[in-house]
């Protein structure tokens, strides 16, 4: 059994990915590195609201940034990222799967 601290390690992960605006970042991140513009443009979310969740990312270390003259560009590549996506969407298949099942068999 996970300690009390470890459990709320794990808590405040799923918290940060609790976040839609971050998962929307996330996802465009996984297509390739972005600017902020470009990310303004993608999601039009405000510059300081891209910038305080990407804050967030790169501190829980999901996302990386480089400075490419004067702008910062931003990739997700860890591979936690699309794990944990493809595990999302395969249980979520299952339970629409099981749900018609069910639907099917009323």
């Known amino acids: 059994m ?4 470890l459990l709320e390690e ?5 918290r940060l990915l609790s976040e839609p605006a971050r998962l929307q970042l996330l996802c465009h991140l996984q297509r390739g590195p972005m600017d902020v513009a470009s990310l ?3 999601t039009g979310f405000s510059q300081s609201h891209i910038s305080r969740q990407l804050g ?3 501190r829980a270390g999901l996302v990386s940034c480089e400075r490419d003259g ?3 560009i931003y990739l997700a ?10 595990l999302v969407q395969t249980r979520l298949k299952q339970r ?5 099942q ?3 068999a009323a």
Do not use: G, H, K, W
């Open 96 to 100: 629409l799967e099981q749900q018609l």
């Open 56 to 58: 967030q990312l790169q």
């Open 77 to 86: 590549d860890d591979p936690l990222v699309q794990d944990l996506c493809t």
């Open 2 to 5: 996970p300690s009390p601290q």
């Open 40 to 42: 303004i443009e993608a």
């Open 70 to 72: 004067v702008r910062m």
């Open 10 to 14: 794990y808590s405040q992960f799923f």
């Open 102 to 104: 069910q639907l099917r």
